[in-house]
């Protein structure tokens, strides 16, 4: 059973301004998980109608109650402070998945913030006292509390108190604080009196004998004792009404899987890759779940990942490439609209050309962004004392790095890129045999356009940069990222109508030279030439993942805070090492082939969350990661890379060994036998991190969200079979792309035949499911 989140836009309007003669705010939002913070967006300078144009995808990998949105403003010398938050109940999700909706921001404040359960147990006791009357006595035993909010990401000091309140009353018991745990086990017993004797009321404020029960009322309150960490109540929020806080645009996609064991899948799959044979490519399955998906970038990943990992990708792409270029009239439009092929095309390079954009672009990035050299070239954004011609150099300086870097970087290419670009170069001539130009342009539309300048402009979304640039550098990159898109269209010179601004048009006149021309047709001839492209095999190693996290120091000093040391990873298909700072040498190796299991840490070992072990030869490595999403990525591309070891683990130690014995099960050997199970391997695909049955799941589960639209493709494609004289009605299915009624029509049969036969084994687990869970069970 596996869930996903994704969000493809992100919008603010009518925020609550400063008061005073500067009003605009400085904004950023935050996804959060419960009080988790899992995502980030970059800054959106003075503005208070901020668009955040980013989408994020994750896998959730534990329970939650909320999806949070939190609005910040951005404050450089004090805290951000919180404008506002759009929480939605995980039992709501599926009400806006797939939509987008206007939430208004509500206001936070601690009670809003409240998460989490406490087990409590209560008795009345009657009691007799020493001169004979009966008293009651109210029992509390405040056993545990389940899911608390974090703090900053990590687990607070939580400690409980108990009142008992009423009309004239209120008496207050406290717990123990329980160190670092979002979990914590308090096992306290508190005792109450609340009937009085008459011998009583002369000693107390209370006017009466007895007490009514019945008014009186237990109360449990939870609260953080760090001393370096404020309560969550305390944090720094703006205070207003819900009307005044302006609203938040959300399109979220939720999706919940079951994915079944791998037999299950056979005939779907079968079907899908048969896909690239069918004639014509728009009756193939592949391409009719692009057309009856409501967004066809659901579609894409899901199927791209699927056909890459069984090397049917290339002749699929170039199918329906082939099919876009029938309806392009116009050689300087090709390839520029947002189709089925377009999509795809994009989706193969972000997995595949990763590795590709480290190696060429992300030297030049890093010197970008840790530089502090000013570009801005457009007069009106000149600050004061800054030389346009200064920056008219620096800007020129990094242009020609960066296109350089890229001209020459044809044998770093993918060689799955360099097939499909070969087959665009060929498809185009044939299509505008009389336009000498298009051979390029067909290329350059996507690894210029697509790829390399997008990848410049937001490094971040391609893992290039860890964090946001700073708006300096965001204009920085903007405007390389123009320069080399512009370039890139192999080459030729361009009038100035092609930019809107007089000053890059004024700028881009230094590279109007045969030079940059001819770089850019050999570069483009190189990864679209099948004749001299050289298969990048295996033999430089794949860079699949790297990040700022913490690891435990390897058993030298005893536990504690300073163990523990913040150093940046990075994981090749070769080695996992660790540095004090990106690009510096590695301090610790591990090399991929010495990996004996990879699994999580239990958060008692150290009283840290989102921990887990990387078991090799020596000592086990021990890192907290930054959240439960960023752990679960890294575990599972561990996995993948190491799955096909030999000498891999059968078993292991859910905790660490500290003081002389393994913390879970005792054992006082440090080379004692683990103790519970490995987690089930998965599929070993280094470069392509594919697990098929969950892709193929996920396209099951948008046939089948998709079958009333699959219905009236069903239905077009008989009217057109049976009526061949002029279309009356064309609303009913001029949507669809139909070339061939006939095998269309098969096509839908065979999907919906095998869709129903999965139907069958989710129903029986959605049976099961619900039938073993029991109200009140966890």
């Known amino acids: 059973y ?62 939650f109650q909320y999806l949070s949105f939190y609005v910040y403003d951005k404050n450089v010398l004090q805290r951000d402070l919180r404008i506002g938050k759009v929480a939605i109940k995980k039992e709501d999700l599926c009400n806006h998945s797939g939509r987008e909706t206007w939430f208004s921001l509500q206001p936070i404040d601690s009670n809003s913030e409240v998460q989490g359960k406490v087990h409590l147990e209560l008795k009345l006791n009657e009691l007799i006292t020493e001169n004979g009357t009966v008293c009651q006595q109210l029992v509390v035993h405040v056993k545990a509390c389940h899911g608390l909010p974090l703090i900053n990401g990590q687990s607070c000091d939580p400690y409980a108190t108990v009142s008992l309140v009423g009309p004239s009353r209120n008496d207050q018991k406290k717990t123990k604080v329980k160190k670092k745990t979002s979990n914590p086990q308090f096992n306290e017993i508190f005792y109450f009196e609340v009937t009085r004797s008459s011998s009583y009321t002369r000693k107390s404020q209370f006017q009466v004998e007895e007490e009514d029960i019945e008014k009186l009322e237990i109360r449990i309150d939870l609260w953080n004792n760090g001393n370096l960490v404020q309560d969550p109540g305390k944090k720094t929020n703006i205070s207003s009404k819900t009307d005044d806080l302006g609203s938040l645009r959300l399109n979220i996609c939720y999706t919940e899987d079951y994915v079944l064991p791998s037999e299950y899948y056979g005939p779907l799959k079968t079907l899908l890759l048969k896909s690239p044979d069918v004639q014509p490519i728009s009756a193939s399955s592949a391409y009719i779940l692009g057309e009856i998906c409501r967004d066809k970038n659901d579609a894409v990943l899901p199927l791209v990942r699927l056909l890459l990992h069984h090397d049917k990708l290339v002749p699929f792409a170039t199918a329906v490439a082939e099919l876009d270029l029938k309806d392009t009239q ?18 193969m390079m972000k997995i595949v050309g990763r590795h590709y954009l480290k190696v060429t672009l992300k030297p030049i990035l890093d010197e970008i962004c840790e530089s502090s050299k000013s570009c801005e070239i457009d007069p009106i954004k000149l600050k004061e004392g800054d030389n346009v011609e200064n920056n008219k150099e620096n800007l020129r300086y990094y242009v020609d790095k960066l296109f350089s870097t890229i001209v020459k970087s044809s044998m770093s290419c993918p060689t799955v890129m360099c097939d499909i670009f070969y087959s665009l170069r060929q498809m185009a001539t044939q299509r505008f045999p009389n336009d000498p130009h298009v051979q390029y342009s067909a290329v350059s539309s996507f690894v210029f356009l697509r790829f390399f300048a997008v990848a410049v402009v937001s490094p971040h979304t391609f893992h290039l940069r860890l964090h946001h640039p700073d708006p300096q550098t965001v204009r920085t990159l ?60 295996t033999s430089e190693p794949v860079h699949l993942k790297e990040g700022e996290m913490y690891k435990r120091a390897q058993g030298r000093t005893r536990i504690g805070k300073k163990n523990f040391k913040k150093r940046w990873f990075c994981l090749t298909s070769r080695e996992l090492t660790y540095h004090k700072q990106p690009g510096k040498d590695a301090i610790y190796t591990i090399p991929v082939k010495n990996i004996l299991a990879v699994e999580k840490l239990e958060e008692s070992s150290f009283n840290k969350k989102n921990m887990f072990q990387v078991i090799h030869t020596e000592k086990p490595l021990y890192v907290q990661a930054n959240n439960c999403v960023e752990a679960n990525e890294w575990i599972d591309v561990l996995c993948r890379v190491s799955r096909c070891n030999q000498n891999r683990l059968s078993s292991y130690h859910p905790s660490a060994y500290l003081n002389g014995n393994w913390l879970c099960c005792l054992e006082t050997s440090e080379n004692a036998l683990g ?53 009356k009605e064309p609303d009913d299915y001029s949507n669809f792309v139909i070339e061939d009624s006939v095998t269309t029509f098969k096509t839908i049969q065979q999907i919906k035949s095998v869709v129903e036969k999965l139907d069958e084994p989710h129903e029986k687990y959605r049976k099961k499911r619900s039938s073993s869970a029991k109200y009140g069970s966890k």
């Open 675 to 727: 103790c519970k199970p490995c987690t089930a391997g998965v599929p070993a695909d280094i470069q392509i991190d594919i697990d098929e049955d969950r892709e193929t799941e996920r396209i099951y589960s948008l046939f089948t969200l998709s079958l009333l639209k699959l219905q009236k493709m069903e239905e077009a494609c008989g009217t057109i079979a049976v009526y061949q004289g002029p279309q």
């Open 330 to 347: 116009d050689a300087n439009t090709i390839f520029r609209g947002n189709s089925l092929a377009t999509r795809c095309l994009d989706e």
């Open 2 to 63: 596996t869930e996903g989140i994704s969000l493809k836009h992100c919008e603010a309007k009518n925020l609550l301004p400063y008061l005073g003669p500067n009003k605009m705010r400085d904004c950023f939002c935050t996804i959060n998980l419960d009080q988790e913070e899992v995502y980030r967006t970059q800054v959106v300078e003075k503005s208070l109608s901020p668009f955040f144009s980013e989408e994020f995808y994750f896998e959730i990998p534990r329970t």
């Open 478 to 537: 903007t405007l390389i990222s123009k320069t080399i898109q512009t370039l890139g269209s192999w080459g030729r010179s361009v009038p100035k109508s092609s930019f809107k601004e007089t000053f890059m048009c004024e700028f881009f006149k230094m590279f109007q030279e045969e030079g940059y021309i001819m770089a850019v047709k050999k570069f483009l001839d190189e990864i679209s030439s099948t004749e001299t492209k050289v298969s990048s095999g």
